[in-house]
């Protein structure tokens, strides 16, 4: 059986329908979390979105590197203290050595002397963090990515901290002089390094954290948004139902007249 409608309620049921479809369009938004349900909704806006995503992610990608970078950094300034400390006690041990002509007491402080000599080179064999070492006797070097193509980046060569190559012994206290000159320099090259570390790392963050707040922006729900729809859209919903039945209740009107 076929049921002729008149203009006025159809144009009220067809709005109602209008209102239950972006009604349901509103809750899915903000049941996904997305403003868009596919790329063909909003091509352009989803396309930015993805570039910036990726890029995010490439970058959140440097930036552990960039972390392990500066923790490997941290580690060799604390090995270099470490050694600078022990260079002190060495240093005292050689200034007794040379206040004494007791050959017993200088052979005494001698022993004394290499155990400190041992304890430096295991601080200088120890100080390791992820299979890099920058100041053992055969000391690594290290390359850290500072960017998603390679294209910056920091170079740290390693110096060797171990005795033999500080070359410190217990008759001449002017080599631990120099020994500890040269741990000083080496020292002030990695802090200058892990500056520029830390500073990039800090960088890396702010630029990762500006990606991902752009993508939301283009392809997020604004929840409070969507409710504020969803709200407006049920009054419209309670307005086109009171339309629907005002223009039916008008027809039956009419056609009682006849």
């Known amino acids: 059986m076929q049921v002729n409608l008149s203009h006025p309620v159809r144009t009220t049921l067809g709005s109602a329908q209008r209102i239950a479809e972006l009604t349901e369009k509103s809750q899915a938004r903000i049941a996904t979390g997305k403003k868009y349900s596919s790329a063909i909704e909003k091509p352009i806006a989803i396309s930015i979105s993805n570039s910036l995503s990726n890029r995010a992610a490439d970058l959140l990608a440097i930036k552990d590197n960039i972390s392990q970078g500066s923790s490997r950094l941290k580690t060799t300034l604390s090995g270099l203290n470490t050694i600078d400390q022990t260079l002190d006690q060495l240093k005292a041990v050689a ?47 290290l390359n850290i990515n500072l960017n998603e193509d390679g294209t910056s980046s920091v170079t740290i060569t390693g110096v060797a901290s171990d005795s033999a190559t500080l070359g410190v012994t217990v008759t001449d206290a ?26 990039r790392q800090d960088f890396t963050d702010k630029l990762v954290n500006s990606l991902q707040a752009g ?44």
């Open 95 to 141: 200034y007794q050595h040379a206040a004494t002509d007791d050959v017993a007491k200088q052979a005494e402080l001698a022993n004394q002397f290499n155990v400190i000599k041992g304890q430096l080179d295991n601080f200088a064999r120890d100080t390791s963090y992820g299979g890099t070492n920058l100041i053992g006797a055969s000391p690594d070097d």
């Open 174 to 199: 002017a080599s631990i002089d120099a020994a500890k000159a040269q741990i000083r320099s080496t020292a002030q090259v990695i802090g200058s390094n892990a500056g520029v570390i830390e500073i």
């Open 215 to 258: 993508e939301a922006k283009l392809t997020q729900t604004d929840l409070n948004e969507e409710a504020a729809n969803i709200l407006s859209l049920q009054t419209r919903g309670q307005l086109a139902a009171a339309a629907t039945g005002i223009a039916a209740q008008s027809e039956r009107t009419i056609l009682q007249l006849f």
